[in-house]
């Protein structure tokens, strides 16, 4: 990759953190509080500022991850397989940002923190344990075509538990709450206009750091293919 390209995505990363932060310093601060009877934790929603965008960057992830997959078992293209690895590293990353977050949500306002019965909380979490088993077998496996064209097939397959995991609520609710930004009811949204504007800030904040984050793991493994290369061309002279 271009220095250019790196240089963007340190800024890019720098642009999300900061805007990243501003949104959850607003959302713990500036945020109304929510009343109503159906809340039994109503101060605890304000970790969702962080939960919610993170499940956002994720699916953004997973999407990268999908698209390297497919341009790499189709087409044999390099930078598919670098998209997938790419995409498999971020997918694990925001993921467990979401899986680590929403039990906290989850252990004050349902007393539990996670329910084995929701559709939605184990098809994420089989999200999350994809991106891993992706992301280690990366590291442990010796690389060669074979490897790369059973990963990136558990990679496009693996992709099916994305809309599964988006549409969850609306089919299967049981107790992970369902849409609140896009309720699909004609209604627009539930949310007090205040608190939307924040999570939307912490939603266009967590995209601007994927991609810039994104730019940053694709130049730092394409360093180590270099690095890999110049050390093969000095063990052959030796």
Same mark, same amino acid.
């Given at each position: ?34 009343? %109503? ?53 971020? %997918?694990?990353?925001? %993921? ?143």
């Amino acid at each position: 990759m271009h220095p250019k390209y790196m240089r963007l995505g340190v800024i890019l990363t720098l642009v999300g953190l900061a805007l990243a932060a501003l949104a959850l310093w607003l959302g713990f601060t500036w945020a109304p509080e929510i009343k %109503g009877d159906d809340w039994k934790a109503p101060e605890a929603y304000r970790i969702l500022f962080f939960h919610v965008p993170s499940a956002w960057a994720s699916f953004l992830a997973f999407t990268i991850l999908f698209v390297g997959s497919m341009a790499w078992f189709l087409k044999r293209r390099e930078w598919g397989w670098r998209l997938h690895v790419v995409g498999a590293e971020l %997918g694990l990353l925001y %993921g467990l940002c979401v899986i680590t977050s929403g039990p906290i949500w989850g252990a004050a306002e349902w007393g539990v923190p996670w329910d084995l019965t929701d559709v939605r909380l184990n098809t994420f979490a089989l999200l999350t344990a994809l991106a891993l088993f992706l992301v280690q077998g990366h590291r442990t496996q010796a690389q060669g075509e074979d490897m790369r064209d059973t990963f990136a097939t558990v990679g496009m397959f693996g992709f099916l538990l994305v809309p599964l995991t988006y549409m969850a609520t609306r089919f299967w609710q049981n107790r992970h709450p369902g849409p609140v930004v896009a309720t699909g009811e004609g209604s627009g949204t539930t949310l007090d206009p205040a608190i939307l504007q924040v999570l939307l800030l912490s939603a266009l904040a967590f995209q601007i750091l994927v991609i810039g984050h994104a730019m940053l793991v694709w130049s730092a493994a394409d360093l180590e293919v270099r690095l890999n290369r110049a050390q093969m061309e000095l063990d052959a002279r030796m």
